[in-house]
């Protein structure tokens, strides 16, 4: 009885729902990819790094309603992560969306970033954090495009520093 009630509280609740992006969750697998995203091109990363050995790119998906381009990037045939990339004039479109499948952030600020002798750039700004999980929206106000990324423990130190 417990077991049933528990699992429909899991089902009700959006913040127990695992990081992912039109049904391919952080941990899936290269043909969970290609079943949600049937044009996405996976192919070996172009770069040696101990955060991923491929990735996946499509161009043409709608993520909460909204067109935009997304990467999985896989290690041993599991996604360590992926980036979402959209017109920054739908960040409000995309947040209530990831909002509403991952459940209340952990920040959501505008923040401003000074810069000497330039103008202050202000960036937008949402953080979820699920144990070794991670997703961070940002959209540069002054920008064209915004992200959306997700990643699984220490992806995001690693994945650009080159073995």
Known sequence: ?????????????????AFEANGVALGGHENDVKKAFPSAHCKPLEWKTSAADRRCDDGKIAFGGVRAKITFYLRGDAVQAFDIRFD???????????????????????????????DDRLVYKVRWEKGNEHAVLTAQVEKKRASLEAWRGNFAEEVYRVR
Do not use: F, N, Y
């Open 1 to 17: 009885m417990r077991v049933v009630a528990l699992l429909a509280l899991a089902a009700l609740s959006p913040a127990v729902l």
């Open 88 to 118: 920054a004039k739908q960040r409000d479109k995309v947040a209530a969306h990831a909002k509403g499948r991952w459940g209340a952030p952990l920040a959501e600020a505008t923040e401003t970033i000074r810069r000497k002798d330039k």
